[in-house]
């Protein structure tokens, strides 16, 4: 799964477009757009709706490790070097209010510039002195801090914007669905790229192999403790020979009378799987 | 699929975090110098991204990242108990790198470490100066390269030279530098000190192309073991892990055969065997970091928390592995 942080409604609007999002009619909080592969949720402005959110999102769509979650938004610059329209890859994270640092992983190559962002509580104007952060918004501290969480240090994105250097009187919805509908192909089609990066699945033992673990646990009377060392030693066999059904599906129809008879047999089996 | 990893992520150190302290030390900028497509970013302390609640140590392997922090606090430690001393009285260890550049699967250090980024400690005068206070008191003997591979770095940072010019000005000072690496050429003109051990681990071929990713072959390492004794180096040898796969013992013996055709085992300093062990608890954390690793999924049995073969398959291993390089060097040599 996809899942896309935007802070209003304008800066989803080129995806919800893109990827022909619809509208979740049960999310009342928070509106929720999506697709199979995508959800994308609009927080609202500020780290700590941000953080909300992301908390509602995330905990209404359980997630794994094959997911990413991508903070898209315009930001501000001080330095006007940095060109309007220019989308950044934040590497360091600066929550204003804490003088936290947070890092996302930078694993991944990708065609943005990158560079670090300062999280204020509160719209900060040109004239600001102590801004360390080179881009400045008012979600990506939030959105780290709920969706980490959640979620690995390497799953997390926060891709922004430049909107203005510091000035926001001339920043109208419309202009931002501009800037943002002028990248939204470059980043949808990155994430493409990266996707198989988080196809890995860590489970060994399948749901249903875990029902016949449980029933050979049940057949044979076996601890909390031994049916713990059994689902490592089918672990182990699995590993080694792909499939451990045949070797356990006999004690499946045992009456095992005792808790000693039931040592007997998972000795028996041990030695069967190591 | 390698290709894709690749094409996907980005080069190793393509990013480079550096403490706001560690920009005064000249040793940052040196290494920094060696990467100058890197992006370099500031940061207030090491733990603020080395210590990160949810790493993927298996995703940060395929492009690790490179801290360069200042060490501060404890900066030599006593040995561990789980490691071998060698017969040496005041036996410690430090690390001026924490974290290491090969992938190997069993590794301890993906469950010691919540992280596959490196750290170098750019103030190694500073361990030198705690080597020094202990040497005030009695002899030391100092293993610099456990919790990282200090040789495998070396064209990085140079702490193996940095470590052997320290040996020289120290006679009661003994140093153990231990490696997988095939990097003996980055040290080759350094003097042979009396008091410096270049410790080679050394697994069989098969289980170096399977287990121990991105490290170089035995041939490799045996050319590097090779050069260092011909020039006069002190070297010890370690079949250490020994890890357990149904074809344990025909691997081994076929390893140590080759090795002792190689290298004499006359001009070996002296040779350490032991089986895989590794704390519960970070087994735990490696077993969550590499799920479908068959060596690390072995029903280990935990004794004092401490993870291991059982008694019996232990002795086996390590009775077997003692006779075979029994075969080659005197029994006062071999250490278990």
Redesign the interface.
Known sequence: MIYICTALYCEAQPFIVHLNLKKELESYQFQIFKNKETVLIITGIGKVKAAVAVTYLLLRYPVS?RDILINVGVCGAQDRDFLVGTVYLC??IIDRDTKK?Y?P?????HPFE?N?IETCSFVVEEDEVDIEGKLVDMEAAGIYQAA??F????QLFFLKIISDHLCIKALTAEKIISLVGDQVETILNWVN??I??FS?D???ISKEEEKILKKVSEAIKLTAAMEV?LK??L??YK??HGDFTNVVSRYIGIECKSKNEGKKYFEEL?KKL? | MKS??R????LFF??I?VEKEALAYPGTDEIIKRFPAS?I?E??HYK??FS?????C???K??P?LILAVKKDQLVYKGAPVCEDFGNNHFYYTSTAMNCIYDCEYCYLQGMYSTANIVVFVNIEDVFGAVEKILEQHSVYISVSYDTDILALEHIIGHGKRWIEFSKLHKKLKIELRTKSANFNAIEDMIPQENFILSWTLSPDSYIRNYENRTPSLAERLSSVKTAVSRGWKVRLCFDPLIYTKEWRRLYEEMIEKVFSEVPGEKILDNSIGVFRVSKDYLKRMKKQR????II???FESVGGVCSYDEKLSQDMICCVYNLVKKHVAENKIYI
Do not use: W
């Open positions: 490790n590497n360091k640092y890092f992983d930078m694993l991944l190559k990158e670090s980490s969480m979620l690995q240090t390497h790229e990266i198989p990066a890995c860590k489970n060994v060392q490592q030693l672990i182990y590993l080694q041990r190591i | 894709l990893e094409n996907l992520y980005n393509s990013h975090y992006k970013i940061i207030s603020d991204i990160r609640l949810h790493q993927s298996g995703m940060q395929k492009s990242k799920g479908n690793s068959v999924n072995y029903p």
